[in-house]
């Protein structure tokens, strides 16, 4: 069974829309690490946030949210009002307490943003 | 500012020659990883290395080789390249237990 499931394969939308990006993780540690990852065009791979297990609060960076909740095992991500520089594949990634240094990713998203 | 390079970036090989893709960092990471991008697939870890010397197998190690004789370097070799290896590869570096940050990519062609 994939530890990271992003179901959502890609996803288009106009800008200046909300867009969120879904990622369901699975992990019978109680300490372990979430990330998230955007691939633009160019092809490089640019970390946006680490969230770790014991903190489920939400975070806000500018545009960007991500909401943590354990009880469904999911770390959501939320892009408001949306620009078509936000157009990119993302990436979702879990490590796990018996070995916080193997990253288990997700297949991604690619989100189209269309002026 | 440290960084993390991948050489080269595109390459173009024929099926059964040696090759090798070059890794280099300069933040004096610990740990170094080799990734595999194709589509559908996401990321999948082929190689990785906690330490000089130290190497471990990940989940798509077959054909391919690594070795760690300095803290900066990890270079990926492909022993006898076949056209299910081209992919994109991604190398990346981060202290223990820590974000992984990854270089920009090599694209690699196998003919």
């Known amino acids: 069974a994939q530890k990271v499931t992003q179901a959502q394969t890609e996803i288009s939308v106009v800008e200046k829309e909300d867009v969120t990006l879904d990622c369901v993780y699975e992990?019978?540690?109680?300490?372990?690490?979430l990330f998230w990852y955007k691939q633009p065009p160019s092809g490089e791979l640019v970390f946006l946030i680490r969230?770790?297990?014991?903190?489920?609060q939400n975070e806000i960076s500018g545009r960007y949210s991500w909401n943590f909740q354990k009880s469904t095992s999911s770390f959501n991500f939320t892009i408001t009002a949306s620009q078509v520089v936000d157009s990119a594949v993302y990436f979702c990634?879990?490590?796990?307490?018996?070995?916080?240094?193997?990253?288990?990713f997700g297949s991604g998203t690619k989100l189209n943003v269309k002026p | 500012d440290a960084e993390i390079t991948q050489s080269p970036r595109h390459k173009i090989t024929e099926t059964g020659r040696q090759v090798t893709l070059a890794c280099h960092q300069t933040?004096?990471?610990?740990?170094m990883f080799w990734y595999r991008q194709d589509l559908g697939h996401g990321l999948r870890l082929i190689h990785y290395?906690?330490?000089?010397?130290?190497?471990n197998k990940g989940e798509v190690s077959d054909g391919y080789s690594v070795s760690r004789s300095n803290t900066e370097d990890l270079p990926l070799t492909l022993e006898s390249a076949a056209s299910s290896q081209t992919s994109v590869y991604f190398c990346?570096?981060?202290?223990?237990?820590?974000?992984?940050?990854f270089g920009p990519g090599t694209r690699l062609t196998v003919l």
């Open positions: 990634a879990l490590s796990e307490a018996n070995n916080f240094n193997k990253f288990y």
């Open positions: 933040w004096n990471h610990n740990n």
């Open positions: 990346a570096s981060s202290e223990s237990r820590d974000t992984q940050y």
């Open positions: 992990t019978r540690d109680t300490t372990y690490y």
């Open positions: 290395s906690y330490g000089v010397q130290d190497t």
């Open positions: 969230r770790n297990s014991f903190d489920e």
